[in-house]
């Protein structure tokens, strides 16, 4: 069955730490996996996705996530937060085919200390 | 760039009533839409795959004759809610997949519909 965990519910870090949020997946086939994020009251932004190829996939916002297969997982990190980064990030897996769908992990709310 | 559209915005119905919401692909052909809903503070539920010229795929515990779905065209779904209460206040979005991308790799996500019934 196609799922999406995210373990950590919420996170708090301080302003210029490093940050990582973890994501397992677990798919029959080999999966194309994202990472959303999401304002208060806002649709979704995406940040990255992975489909082929390098495996340690650069997105927007000075974001990066690495797709390790052995472990099924896809965490996002990044070097140095910014208050803005405050948000809500989702991580979601499906198929390649236009009629496959995608599923959403239960979320990971990040707080950002001063 | 690829764009998914989703009218109206923000929506109040009374309670009983029925509301619509559509969900476009402006610049690109889409088989396959999908539509999720997402309570307050939590994660999108997969709701149902609209099928261009076929019925709807529903999740399991989604009532399909609350939750209607209509895909008429290639650019063009709909969700309907039927009767609606106000446990059906919610955010609503979609997606879209490009199906003239040969890997349906570029998937497009609208902006949400937030949904409450008075």
């Known amino acids: 069955a196609q799922s999406v965990t995210q373990p950590d519910i919420h996170i708090t870090v301080s302003e210029g730490a490093s940050l990582e949020l973890r994501c397992n997946y677990s798919?029959?086939?080999?999966?194309?996996l994202f990472w959303y994020v999401q304002s208060p009251g806002q649709g979704l932004q995406l940040l990255l996705k992975?489909?082929?190829?390098?495996?340690l996939v650069q997105g927007i916002k000075g974001f990066e996530a690495e797709f390790k297969r052995s472990q099924s997982s896809f965490n996002l990190r990044k070097p140095s937060v910014h208050w803005s980064d405050a948000a809500e990030y989702f991580c979601?897996?499906?198929?390649?085919?236009?009629?496959?769908?995608?599923?959403f992990g239960s979320g990971t709310r990040l707080s950002i200390r001063p | 760039g690829a764009v998914v559209s989703q009218h109206p915005s923000w929506v109040i119905c009374k309670s009983g009533t029925s509301v619509k919401i559509e969900c476009r692909s402006l610049?690109?052909?889409?088989?396959?839409m999908f539509w999720y809903r997402q309570f307050p503070k939590q994660s999108l539920m997969l709701m149902a795959t609209?099928?261009?010229?076929?019925?709807?795929?529903?999740e399991q515990g989604v009532e399909k004759d609350k939750f209607l779905i209509n895909h008429a065209s290639l650019t063009l779904s709909t969700l309907t809610v039927t009767s609606a209460h106000p446990e059906d206040s919610s955010f609503y979005i979609c997606?879209?997949?490009?199906?003239?991308?040969?890997?349906?790799?570029?998937?497009?996500f609208g902006e949400g519909s937030w949904l409450t019934v008075v």
């Open positions: 610049d690109f052909q889409a088989t396959t």
């Open positions: 609209s099928n261009e010229g076929s019925k709807a795929t529903y």
């Open positions: 979601a897996v499906g198929g390649y085919s236009s009629a496959s769908k995608i599923i």
């Open positions: 798919y029959g086939a080999t999966p194309y």
């Open positions: 997606s879209a997949r490009d199906r003239g991308n040969a890997w349906g790799n570029t998937i497009y």
């Open positions: 992975y489909f082929s190829g390098d495996t």
